[in-house]
Nanobody, 111 residues
């Protein structure tokens, strides 16, 4: 069983930046892929970005050019750098790997 723990959420003004991190434990090998999803208030969960071994990445159109997903410095960690944040980025952000989910971290973009 993979356990995922997110950190780094919070309140930020429009145009600001946040960096989310996710650490996976209970894994004895390198994960082939990890992803970030988000669930805005009253909406369905959606893919934000994912990353595979070798650094191949994919982004939702709504965040491309503003968000960057990367492998962390420690094994089985993934970061999400979010720049130029907009109010519509407000959501609970979830880390996912091997069909497992973290508990989520709230990101609120508001003035």
């Amino acid at each position: 069983q993979v356990q995922l723990v997110e950190s780094g959420g919070g309140l930020v003004q429009p145009g600001g930046s946040l960096r989310l991190s996710c650490r996976a434990s209970g894994v004895i090998r390198s994960l082939p892929t990890m992803a970030w999803f988000r669930q805005p208030p009253g909406k369905q969960r959606e893919l934000v970005a994912n990353i595979a071994v070798g650094g191949l990445t994919r982004y939702a159109a709504s965040v491309k050019g503003r968000f960057t997903i990367s492998w962390g410095s420690a094994p089985n960690t993934v970061d999400l750098q979010m720049n130029s944040l907009k109010s519509e980025d407000t959501a609970v952000y979830y880390c996912s790997a091997m069909n497992n989910w973290g508990q989520g971290t709230q990101v609120t973009v508001s003035s």
